[in-house]
């Protein structure tokens, strides 16, 4: 008598099914609870109305998804994530106005009417919702929001990175958005020897529907020339392009340029200052945005060398505060690289627990017919170096400088320039728990003055000295 396969359980994670097998379901989720402190100059000096809440010692939760994935009729596939997570507060420094006054009457300094300050908000914002077809292993369509066709780093799923945060290269400069929506070709060919991802997307981020009728078109390849020697030193040793084209239409498009951020979410460069006018100026992304850059894998037994460079030439507009639809001050160019080397090892336990980097998005494939893998856990370690070394030219391409507009004569410089060096420890109780502590260090020379566009805290108390911003970080994390 044929032995009957459960209706429900687990095999290496949650499943429900159908008793034809035409439909499962896999529910999942993930938690991470953070703890994140930083210390530097000027750190414990910047006040709360400047942004200094963000810098204190604080313990949250950066993500808590409930996660629900399924197949049904063997070639479909469906994954739905909503986030939780974040715990922002709204109006954290105190200036946010509701009203400037009552209907009818003047604005003045005693009518104007303040949000609660400090006060709780809900947050749920969708992460991942696609669906996928199979036409064979080797040719896959993706729809929906899925982590970009960009880069290793960008292709690995939050649960699997080796660091808390994904490293200031890729997360701040080489493609912040981090996901796509759109349509995706992609798959795996000769036994996983070659792999790509070519995507039509809108290329405007995470749960922003496209703003103009400009499609961006983004893919990435990668190849294991040695993965036919299965039990071979360099058997997963891989080699990668990435490269992205778009195009923001002018008219049409009015959000900022992405800032640069640190992991823990300090705005190293907005893009934004005030002109000589004392009005607030906003850098948006405008015309031609394009990158490419490469990436390189190297694991050999319990040590992996992971590195990805890309250049970027992405163009820009000025606007005023308030006009960003309707006026353009000048058009100018944001270019440069963003480039990280990592190195890891695994000196206790099981090396590798996580799994190859690089393979998200993917649909969850149960074999029921198999026992699932042993649990594997392990001690990893790893140093990071990253990079950005770039350039802001606010009227490059066309327009009058403002004497306060980066790239002006005797005004201010037009250099991003930031280094990340990073150390990691996690111990992983099987992939579904990870316990993690970080230290980065974020070093900005010539910040303070006309030399670096970038600004860490002490840069805002007047003091020229200050180079250098340093970040703590533990994790509990849980995934199943």
Do not use: C
Not at 441 to 465: Q, W
């Amino acid at each position: 008598m044929k032995e009957q396969k459960p209706l429900a359980g687990w095999h290496g994670g949650f499943f429900l099914r159908d008793a034809n097998d035409t439909f499962r379901l896999f529910p999942k989720g993930r938690l991470h609870l953070d703890f994140v402190s930083s210390f530097g100059s000027g750190v414990s000096d910047v006040e709360a109305a400047d942004g200094g809440n963000a810098l204190q010692p604080r313990f949250f939760a950066r993500r808590a998804r409930l996660e629900f994935d399924g197949e049904f009729l063997k070639r479909w596939s469906f994954k739905l994530d909503v986030d939780f997570g974040g715990q922002a507060l709204g109006n954290a420094n105190g200036e946010t106005e509701t009203a400037a006054a009552s209907a009818g009457a003047s604005p003045t300094a005693e009518t104007a009417r303040f949000a609660a300050v400090q006060s709780t908000s809900a947050n749920a914002a969708l992460a991942d919702f696609w669906i996928n077809y199979s036409v064979m292993p080797a040719l896959n369509f993706m729809l929906g929001q899925f982590n970009s066709p960009f880069g290793m780093e960008i292709q690995t799923s939050s649960n699997a990175i080796t660091f808390m945060e994904r490293n200031i290269a890729m997360r701040s400069f080489a493609h912040p958005e981090a996901k796509s929506i759109g349509l995706m070709a992609w798959g795996d060919v000769a036994d996983k020897m070659f792999f790509y991802g070519i995507g039509v997307v809108a290329g405007d981020g995470q749960n922003r529907p496209g703003i103009d009728a400009s499609p961006h078109f983004i893919g990435r390849v990668f190849a294991r020339p040695f993965a036919g020697e299965k039990k071979g030193l360099l058997a997963k040793a891989q080699i990668g392009l990435s490269a992205q084209h778009g195009w923001r239409e002018q008219d049409y498009v009015g959000y900022d340029y992405a800032p640069i951020r640190t992991g823990n979410g300090y705005t190293l460069w907005s893009g934004g200052y005030k002109d000589s006018l004392d009005r607030r100026i906003h850098v948006i992304p405008s015309s031609a945005q394009n990158a490419i850059g490469g990436e390189l894998r190297l694991p050999i037994k319990m040590v992996e060398l992971r590195a990805e460079a890309y250049y970027l030439a992405n163009n820009t507009r000025e606007a005023v505060e308030g006009y960003q639809l309707t006026n353009t001050e000048r058009l100018g160019q944001v270019k440069g690289l963003g480039w990280y080397v990592q190195l890891s090892a695994w000196p206790v336990g099981d090396a590798f627990v996580t799994g190859d980097p690089g393979y998200s998005p993917r649909p969850v494939k149960v074999d029921l017919t198999k026992e699932p893998d042993k649990p594997k856990s392990g001690l990893e370690v790893a140093a990071l170096l990253a990079g950005i070394n770039a350039t802001y030219d606010g009227a490059s391409r066309d327009g009058a400088y403002d004497e306060n507009t980066p790239g002006a004569e005797g005004g201010p410089g037009t250099d991003l320039n930031v280094m990340q060096v990073g150390l990691a420890a996690n111990y992983w109780h099987t992939r579904n728990v990870r316990l993690s502590v970080n230290y980065n260090a974020y070093l900005t020379p010539g910040s303070g003055s006309e030399e670096n566009l970038l600004r860490v805290p002490g840069n805002t108390l007047k003091r020229a000295d200050a180079h250098a911003l340093h970040e703590l970080g533990a994790r509990v994390g849980l995934s199943f």
